[in-house]
């Protein structure tokens, strides 16, 4: 079982909060976006010696096979007998080589897990974390970046968990590991079969990664190296990485895979970069468009830099194709190949200090941005609490991009946040005010162009989650969250196409308030990032299910198990086919229906539609 204490339960509007303490400090956590096939889910994080994983929920592990396994597997002591296991890990001759480990892959004991989860428990209505796992690098873990998994995805990120992690010593580590729960014994043996495959050196980052970002292509863009061979590999990971200093090196290397024909996944002793660019600024985000499956399609990098800008980069794309986007040619040489297709800019802050000129003008800082509608636009969020979207393509009834010094938001909204209250309340008492010592030093912090701390800064993120819908169609899962609460997008197709059919006359248009999914309330810890984990979510609204990642605790807003809920649910492939009416008034009836909620109401009573029921009442008289 796992080594975490049990966590603080705590039940908030119908969602449990589970608050796991840890025994390290987190820097970074992730929830693999593919549940074990037990139906645990694979939760990440980095800490200051390596990577802890978690398995959470679903089908726990054979207690009586793992006894009678250990027994079968530890045989009397005689003198001049050999152990394999001993004699594959006593090799002092050759040097330790993590990512060289099929033969060891072989030796991995095999969990059994039981028929059915675990009995309902009144006292604790929600799954156990039932295995864990320590891979320590002897060096801090300072970022942790998952690939995009979509329906086309190949079969080995699906069987397996591959991830890669930035780490203090400049360096970065390709890791694979099984994505079934381990067996107690291969966990005590400390190999469950995964694979390390480092990358450093002269070549590379000589200064702390600030930026990661993992991606797959498949073989078919293999076009510049000529045609396919029987021995080519399966397909590639794309891993782009960025540095922290003055002039940032941008870095992408790709990494062949060789999935079907042995356990090993990494064969190459060792991967220079296939791109090296060189940035004004360093970047804080890096994401990848999702894989597309035509072969004309190739990948495009999202960068987002220190100073606002949002840059494109196609590392497959000469300068000379991006003209000729998407039926580029294929002529280019592999030296040739990199090009900026687009850079895009926020607006400017409305105030300035005063007594400052043009020149001091400073853009909206950019929290977090990501790629959705399957990389057909891109989701921004400002700090304030503003979001905007970026489509990229003509569609009916959508504004075209165009750029400039400001690039102007197709469609755009905001979050409701006690901060923006706080700062519309400031703004209308900007006036004279009595002579007390508070508002003396506020006038002060005014005059000066500056602003009252707070103790922290802002902080927010964008995270989305790959859906497909009945029809077949690619669709996410959008989580939003900035500062101390998170929102959430439950269907971000659904989403765009109600703003194609209410959009303006220019195609722009504002957005109602999205849901709120959740406080993030983490004892006054710093929230490090916010994952949600795969399934349908909170039924009949389609709101994820949240992983909280502070600074030494991860907290879970998930479901309360019920005995019903024991039973194995049918997965609802889309949040698609929820009808938003009744989701509205179930919202309705707890009293947490939100003011978008209630515009939704009241139009469709003005089209006819069914009224809200009245809430029964209880009363004396």
């Not at 950019?366 to 636009?377: M, P, R």
């Amino acid at each position: 079982m796992s080594t975490l204490p049990r966590p603080r339960v705590s039940s908030k509007q119908g969602k449990l909060h589970l608050s796991y303490d840890l025994p390290r400090r987190l820097n970074s956590a992730k929830v693999y976006p593919v549940t074990a096939r037990n139906g645990s889910h694979v939760v990440l994080y980095g800490h200051e010696s390596g990577v802890r994983i978690l398995w959470y929920g679903g089908r726990p592990l054979k207690q009586a096979a793992e006894a009678s396994r250990s027994r079968k597997q530890a045989p009397p002591k005689v003198n001049g007998a050999r152990s394999d296991v001993v004699a594959l890990d006593s090799d002092d001759d050759a040097p330790e080589r993590p990512a060289k480990s099929s033969k060891q892959a072989h030796d991995v004991a095999v969990a059994e897990f039981e028929q059915e989860e675990a009995e309902f428990d009144p006292q604790h209505p929600f799954p156990p974390i039932i295995q864990s796992f320590d891979i320590s690098f002897g060096t801090e873990v300072i970022d942790i970046a998952l690939p995009s998994i979509s329906i086309d995805a190949p079969q080995f990120l699906v069987e397996k968990a591959v991830f890669a992690v930035s780490c203090a010593d400049c360096s970065i580590r390709l890791i694979s590991v099984p994505l079934t729960p381990p067996s107690h014994l291969a966990k005590s043996q400390q190999h469950i079969g995964q694979e390390i495959f480092t990358i450093a050196g002269p070549l590379n980052h000589q200064e702390t990664v600030s930026a990661l970002a993992l991606t797959w292509i498949s073989r078919r863009l293999k076009s510049i190296e000529g045609s396919l061979q029987a021995d080519d590999p399966d397909c590639y990971l794309l891993l782009a990485s960025q540095s922290t200093s003055f002039h940032s090196k941008l870095l992408v290397h790709r990494i062949p895979v060789y999935s079907g024909k042995s356990n090993t996944l990494f064969t190459e002793d060792l991967v220079q970069p296939f791109q090296t660019q060189y940035l004004r600024t360093p970047g804080s985000r890096l994401s990848w468009r999702p894989p597309q499956t035509a072969a004309n399609d190739y990948p495009q990098l999202l960068i987002l830099n220190d100073d606002s800008m949002v840059k494109l980069y196609g590392p497959f794309l000469a300068p000379s194709d991006v003209a000729q986007l998407p039926n580029r040619t294929d002529e280019s040489t592999e030296a040739q190949l990199g090009a900026w297709l687009a850079t895009l800019a926020a607006g400017f802050k409305t105030t300035q200090p005063p007594g400052s000129g043009p020149s001091a003008a400073n853009r909206i800082p950019i929290l977090d941005t990501q790629w959705v509608l399957n990389g057909q636009a891109i989701l921004v969020l400002l700090s304030g609490g503003e979001w905007g979207l970026w489509s990229l393509t003509n569609s009916d009834g959508a504004a075209p991009l165009v750029g400039g010094p400001t690039t102007q938001f197709t469609l755009r909204g905001y979050l409701n946040s006690p901060e923006d209250l706080q700062t519309h309340v400031t703004s209308r008492t900007k006036g004279f005010a009595p002579a007390t010592p508070n508002t003396r030093k506020v006038r002060s912090a005014d005059f000066l162009g500056i602003t009252a701390a707070k103790g922290h800064s802002i902080r927010g993120g964008i995270q989305t989650h790959q859906l497909s819908t009945f029809d077949g169609q690619p669709d996410e899962r959008v989580v939003l969250w900035y500062d101390n609460r998170a929102f959430a997008i439950a269907s971000m197709q659904a989403f765009w196409q109600r703003h194609l059919k209410n959009a303006t006359g220019d195609g722009h248009g504002y957005a109602s308030s999205l849901p709120l999914v959740t406080e993030l309330d983490l004892q006054g810890e710093r929230c490090n990032g916010v994952e949600q984990l795969p399934g349908p979510g909170f039924s009949p609204t389609g709101l994820p299910e949240l992983l909280i990642a502070g600074e030494r605790r991860l907290m879970l807003i998930v479901k309360e198990q019920s005995p019903e809920s024991t039973v194995d649910e049918a997965p609802l492939p889309a949040s698609h086919e929820i009808d938003m009416a009744d989701a509205d008034q179930v919202l309705l009836e707890n009293q947490v229906l939100d003011l978008g909620g209630v515009n939704r109401l009241l139009d469709s009573m003005a089209a006819g539609g069914p009224e809200p029921k009245p809430q029964r009442r209880v009363g004396f008289v």
